[in-house]
């Protein structure tokens, strides 16, 4: 499962187990993952593979649902909202802070 | 949607605030400061930075992270002090420590040297772990930093850079010793900068970087641009340095006593120190050494170097040392934007060669002919005139050697300003005055250069192309905007134009032309309308001769003998009319022609008459020619026909001997009084007709050069020409040459009577328009009028008010200030 440094996927692992296989360019919104994988200077950005243990795996879906869908809509404007259920926003706050998003 | 919301309830995370407790903060923490001690020594790629920025996040939500701000700070406090600071100050060998306080290097310099870039190195490798090491704490404190830098505390990555400072920087080299690691980093710095400065080669990148850690650090947590160290610590001292070798560098440099080496490594150091500043420190010092390099080196010895005796400028002037001069220049330039140093010194020179100029132009003919130069101040004599042929000849040339002398020094100054002085506009406006300056110093300006024309319009321009004589035009122009009385080139100009389009010695009316159309640009309309109504005549003549002569066929007088005519009428305003009349306007009696010609005179006035009525032909002789055939009876019976080409006025007195009997003559008086050709004229004539070798077509009694009242001259059958035709010029009547004294003194004379026309006209045009005007204002608007034309003496323009104010076009209005009115 481990991938390169190079690719252009990381791997995000929630603390319940569940694995999200995203690009790259849509995880380093969040300037946390962003420095995690910037360099080799930790296990993370040599293994390309994060462990936040504070998500559940419910949260990081739809963190990683943000990403991509924050990918999609870069510079654009008059972007349909996106649908959080209201169960999850504060635990999405949250790991909003935590990820510096 | 209410139902919605009613259904899914928001529930708390199950994670809080209150779930986390103090107790946990010790254990944390230790496990994060060993993670911390792992990234110092360089071992965290084993760490997950997931688990330490848990730790920290955890740390902050128990509201901590005040505390654990201060412990990461003991953490790295403690990591400096006792690791690295160790290793720094192991690494200053004794021999820097004693080098900064004896400033004399030489003798240790490589012993230096070595343990110089020893301890940089160290320095180096030391910073550059703290750097990252401090990045990769500021990444995994990221949470922390939000939570409490932003209000009272720097952020982790500005306090631990500052801990760098204090803690290594600013650590005593030795215990209980007042010099800190600052100290010798400065003082090893520029010392290597010294090496280099004398042409030893250093190694650049490592300074650079011990130059960015500089500029890394900041006097203060807020890190503005200006307290970094770089600019507070280490910039003066460089400065402080760099200043001290500049004052001896430039010193060194001028007692080497040669301008073109000063100015070729003041260049060199200037190259250098851009450079320096550019790999080495740092680009904002760079202005700031320049600066400090132009005050010392180049401001204070400049004008030293300029003038240096034997090798500065003025040697590089005389011998074209372009690559000198460039450098002088671009020395000049980045002190003095108005380079006055060099454009002072330019301009003594060109006025120094100017004057050399001027004066071979004066010592030529006087070298070969100083008899002859004393006779030309005197009143001309009769008898001298064949004498003063060759000096004034030798003037003419000389004159046009001025002209010449002149355009090879302006070439090469003009060379010289392209290539060495970038073009630069403020010479070129200098170079310009001195020109000017040099050349209006030579009072007969006007006249070399319109003999030079005159030269180049009959000969000079024959077999060149069309493109060379535009230069050569160009040129002459050049050195006509640099003359002030234009007006006096403009009667001379006109003068010789006349002559030249007179006698048909114009090589090109194109030509001619040109220099017109190039005249009008250059000084303007008014200036050339004269000439150009010269032309006109000319070309109103044409048409007229042709008209007369078809009017004459039409009319046919079969039995008169057919005399061609060509005929130029001329508008006696337009022409310079001093040079037909011989002598000081005294009324002459005009010349007797014989009957054949009379005849022809009456016909064509009658002729012209007839077409313009009311208007008066007066006949210019001196300026005319007449071909005569002419038959020599040999003594053995065979006769020889030659065609004669000779002035109106040697046709005259040849057409005399038509009716003297063979072997008779006549006397100079009979001669004078049958044709009443004045004296002058007269002699000058008869020179050529009898006394010149080649065309002695009549005989003179008694054989001498000189022509006496009491001469008898006989028809000469012994006349013998190689040609069939035969070309008598008239001795110093034909060629435009240099006046002499007396001849000056006329020109001036009606020049200055000109001028108060002139500037009468000037005034009262102002006047009229201003109605009232105080005197200064009126001289400044009349000076300003007449520039163009000539600079007019402000005492002759006195004179000129109070002859108008005498003849009341003007009046005094009032004292104080004086102003004067105009009445109508």
């Known amino acids: ?101 | 949607m209410a139902a919605m919301r009613a259904r899914h309830k928001i529930r708390a995370p199950r994670r809080g605030v209150s779930h986390a407790n103090t107790e946990d903060f010790d254990s944390i923490w230790t496990v994060l400061a060993s993670s911390l001690t792992e990234i110092n020594t360089k071992n965290a790629s084993t760490l997950a930075f997931e688990e330490i920025y848990r730790h920290a996040y955890k740390i902050v939500l128990m509201m901590r992270a005040p505390d654990l701000y201060e412990q990461v700070k003991q953490l790295e406090q403690d990591w400096l002090k006792t690791n690295v600071r160790t290793l720094i100050i192991d690494s200053i060998s004794s021999s820097l420590v004693r080098a900064k306080k004896s400033t004399d290097a030489q003798d240790q310099s490589s012993e230096r040297r070595e343990a110089g870039e020893k301890f940089l190195t160290v320095l180096k490798d030391a910073w550059e772990d703290h750097q990252l090491g401090m990045g990769m704490v500021t990444d995994v404190l990221m949470y922390m930093d939000r939570m409490v830098a932003s209000r009272t505390h720097p952020p982790i990555y500005v306090a631990c850079m500052a801990l760098f400072r204090d803690h290594i920087l600013r650590a005593p080299v030795r215990a209980g010793s007042a010099l800190t690691v600052m100290d010798v980093l400065e003082s090893t710095i520029l010392f290597m900068i010294q090496l280099e400065r004398s042409g030893h080669i250093i190694e650049r990148p490592l300074i650079r970087h011990c130059i960015q850690m500089l500029e890394g650090l900041y006097e203060t947590a807020t890190e503005e641009e200006s307290s970094k160290l770089y600019l507070t610590e280490f910039e003066p001292a460089f400065l402080r340095t760099s200043k001290k070798f500049y004052q001896a560098e430039g010193q060194r440099l001028l007692e080497m006593g040669d301008a073109a080496t000063f100015c070729r490594l003041a260049t060199q150091r200037i190259a250098e120190e851009e450079e320096r500043c550019r790999y080495m420190l740092s680009i904002t010092t760079e202005p700031k050494v320049l600066e400090l390099l132009d005050e010392q080196l180049i401001r204070s010895n400049i004008e030293e170097v300029v003038n240096l005796e034997g090798t500065g400028v003025r040697r590089m002037l005389d011998h074209d040392q372009l690559e000198g001069l460039r450098n002088v220049y671009m020395l000049n330039k980045r002190v003095d934007q108005k380079k006055q140093a060099l454009t002072k010194l330019v301009n003594t020179r060109i006025v120094e060669m100017g004057k050399e100029i001027n004066a071979s132009s004066v010592l030529l003919p006087q070298a070969p002919a100083p008899s002859a130069e004393k006779d030309s101040k005197g009143e001309k004599k009769p008898e001298k005139g064949k004498d003063k042929e060759k000096p004034q000849n030798q003037q003419t040339v000389s004159a046009i050697g001025w002209v010449d002398d002149i355009l090879s020094l302006k070439r090469k100054f003009d060379d010289i300003w392209e290539k060495a002085f970038a073009s630069d506009q403020g010479m070129q406006a200098s170079i310009g005055a001195s020109f000017a300056n040099f050349i209006n110093m030579n009072s007969r300006n006007s006249e070399y250069l319109s003999l030079f024309f005159d030269e180049n319009l009959k000969k000079g321009i024959k077999g060149k192309t069309e493109s060379e004589v535009d230069v050569l035009l160009d040129n002459g122009i050049t050195l006509l905007r640099y003359i002030k009385d234009k007006d006096l080139f403009e009667t001379y100009y006109k003068k010789h134009l006349s002559r030249r389009l007179l006698m048909k010695r114009s090589v090109s009316m194109d030509a001619e032309r040109q220099m017109i159309s190039k005249m009008k640009l250059e000084v303007g309309n008014q200036f050339t309308q004269r000439i150009e109504s010269m032309f006109k005549d000319m070309t109103i003549s044409e048409d007229l001769t042709t008209n007369y002569k078809e009017d004459i066929a039409r009319s046919g007088d079969p039995d008169q003998k057919p005399v061609d005519l060509e005929i130029n009428v001329l508008t006696s305003t337009m022409w310079p009319m001093e040079i037909m009349a011989s002598k000081e306007g005294t009324a002459q009696l005009p010349c007797i022609f014989p009957r054949e010609i009379d005849t022809l005179k009456q016909s064509f006035e009658r002729f012209y008459l007839d077409k313009h009525s009311g208007r008066k032909l007066s006949w210019q002789a001196s300026m005319g020619t007449g071909d005569l055939r002419a038959t020599f009876v040999r003594p053995n019976g065979k006769a020889q026909r030659y065609e004669l080409n000779v002035s109106t006025y040697a046709m005259v007195i040849l057409l005399l001997f038509n009716d003297v009997p063979d072997g008779e003559g006549l006397t100079y008086d009979e001669i004078k009084t049958r044709t009443r050709i004045q004296d002058h004229d007269l002699i000058r004539n008869l020179q050529s007709l009898a006394v010149a070798p080649k065309t002695r077509v009549l005989k003179k009694d008694p054989m001498s050069k000189d022509v006496k009242p009491t001469d008898r001259f006989l028809f000469n059958h012994e006349f013998h020409s190689p040609f069939v035709k035969v070309r008598i010029g008239v001795v110093s009547g034909g060629a435009n040459k240099v006046e002499n004294q007396d001849q000056r003194k006329v020109t001036e004379k009606k020049m200055n009577d000109e001028r108060n026309g002139t500037i009468e006209a000037a005034i009262v045009r102002i006047m009229k328009q201003r109605k009232t005007l105080t005197h200064s204002q009126l001289m400044t608007e009349t000076l300003s009028q007449l520039s163009a034309r000539f600079v007019p003496d402000v005492n002759m323009i006195k004179r000129r008010i109070e002859s108008l104010i005498d003849r009341e076009y003007l009046e005094r209005v009032s004292e104080e200030p004086p102003t004067y009115g105009y009445v109508a």
Request: aromatic share 8%; charged share 25%; glycine share 4%.
């Open chain 1, 1 to 101: 499962m481990a991938q390169s440094t190079e690719s252009e996927f990381v791997t995000l692992v929630s603390n319940d187990g569940f694995e999200f296989i995203i690009p790259r360019s849509a995880a380093c919104v969040s300037s946390t993952i962003r420095l995690r994988l910037a360099s080799s200077k930790y296990k993370e950005g040599s293994t390309g593979r994060c462990n936040l243990d504070e998500l559940r795996g419910a949260v990081l879906e739809k963190v990683c649902e943000y990403f991509c869908y924050n990918e999609k809509h870069k510079d654009q404007v008059n972007v349909p909202d996106m649908d959080i259920p209201p169960e999850l926003c504060l635990e999405l706050l949250m790991a909003a802070d935590y990820l510096d998003t």
